[in-house]
């Protein structure tokens, strides 16, 4: 069977047609007057659905925008105003939504935002955050990003259950405390209450979803050839991560894994004549999500690998301790599962081998956080990477041509050959 010729998965269709039925209930929630959250994708969200408070993650709408090609006009509207249009795009693009002149905004737009919430990985996302505040008038909420001196060993297999140790006490702390001060300005400013039970709850369906993500990461590494590959993943699985904590979220996360599974139990391949197994290291290319499969007739090379599967499988899930502490643990170190030397870099080799990776490409934009690292750890352990210098969700200086035909020789000259 040619990669043509495979039933695509119903998963990802699903989801983005919920997406939009979502969508088109918050511009209805938001007139009703409820207020409105955009929050950055490490930021806990669970605490706003505790307070049955909707919100839209930041980066989501910046891949939608992406996809639409509205990137570059948002950006530019940012530059007008007097802001950076290249320093860190993705968590930019969503302001410049707001911003820009322009009547056929993407799903109707985002309605009036209330707050924008963010994590300060760099202090940049602090300025974003001031310049939404500037922009539109909303509330602010920004939680510092702590970082422990210590590196531990294969966290991935120990941070579910023994996340105190693996995280420390002191940055969980912070990170309570700022979660009581969020709650308190919640109540305060838009009288409604806390209800830690319903956040419990919230939690239990959130480590039940991310179950399912770890079958179905876990079933696909050890299947060859492959079923599906990361144009089908993405979807079905970052979607219902935006919907954590719900049961839609649950249930769409064992949908994907009983889909996966049958297809598997089918012998249904993406590619029959699979030969070199890829992993994107990195953002998903928003703006151009086609090319993923280019290589699929040529050279047999399928993505099997995004880091979107694999963190709901090892980064989510978070048992014991109070509900608020819990909630904490998940987001501490959410930077230093992905982009930490001696964190990111180990995970990300642990999960070539696993998936028995024969090439990586690594997308590596200016604000990459260890990209060395990760290349190094990889090519150290003898799988080829290649480094591409972009941004996922800005395609002002992409050239499709030119990074098509380096990773055409990557695949020849060193994939194929090792």
């Not at 499988?313 to 909630?327: C, E, I, K, N, S």
């Not at 959410?334 to 690594?362: C, E, K, N, S």
């Amino acid at each position: 069977m040619s990669a043509r010729g495979v039933k695509r998965l119903e998963a990802p269709v699903a989801a983005m047609q919920h997406q939009r039925a979502w969508f088109t209930g918050l511009h209805e929630r938001v007139r009703g007057g409820d207020p409105l959250v955009v929050a950055d994708a490490d930021v806990p969200h669970e605490i706003f659905r505790a307070f049955e408070m909707p919100y839209v993650v930041n980066q989501w709408w910046a891949s939608i925008c992406s996809a639409k090609q509205r990137a570059p006009q948002y950006l530019a509207a940012v530059r007008e105003r007097g802001y950076p249009d290249d320093v860190d795009q993705y968590s930019a693009i969503g302001l410049g939504s707001v911003i820009a002149a322009d009547d056929d905004k993407p799903w109707g737009g985002l309605p009036p935002v209330s707050l924008f919430a963010t994590q300060r990985w760099t202090d940049a996302h602090a300025h974003i955050a001031a310049a939404w505040a500037a922009e539109t008038g909303c509330e602010t909420f920004v939680f510092e990003k702590g970082v422990d001196r210590r590196v531990p060993e294969r966290w991935w297999e120990r941070v579910a259950h023994e996340w105190e140790d693996v995280l420390g006490s002191e940055r969980i702390d912070l990170m309570v405390s700022e979660l009581e001060q969020l709650i308190a300005q919640l109540e305060a400013r838009h009288g409604r209450r806390y209800d830690e039970g319903r956040l419990a709850r919230i939690l239990e369906l959130a480590n039940e979803q991310e179950e399912w993500s770890r079958r179905t990461r876990d079933l696909l590494a050890r299947t060859e050839p492959s079923p599906i590959d990361i144009v089908d993943s993405m979807p079905a699985v970052m979607i219902p991560q935006w919907h954590r904590g719900t049961e839609w979220g649950r249930d769409a996360a064992r949908g994907f894994h009983e889909e996966v599974e049958a297809a598997v139990a089918r012998g249904d391949a993406v590619c029959a004549d699979e030969r070199l197994r890829l992993m994107w290291v990195g953002r998903g290319l928003w703006f151009n999500l086609g090319f993923y499969q280019h290589f699929q007739e040529q050279f047999g090379a399928v993505f099997v690998w995004s880091m979107y599967l694999a963190i709901a499988a090892d980064g989510y899930p978070r048992y014991g301790g109070t509900p608020l502490r819990q909630l904490a643990s998940r987001f501490v170190g959410f930077a230093d599962f992905l982009g930490m030397p001696g964190w990111a870099d180990q995970w990300y080799l642990q999960q070539a081998q696993t998936h028995r990776i024969d090439g990586v490409v690594h997308l590596v934009s200016h604000d990459s956080r260890s990209s060395y690292f990760t290349t190094k750890a990889l090519e150290d352990a003898g799988i080829p990477v290649i480094e591409i210098d972009a941004d996922n969700a800005d395609a002002r200086t992409w050239d499709e041509r030119a990074f098509v035909e380096r990773l055409e020789r990557f695949i020849e000259e060193r994939v194929a050959r090792s």
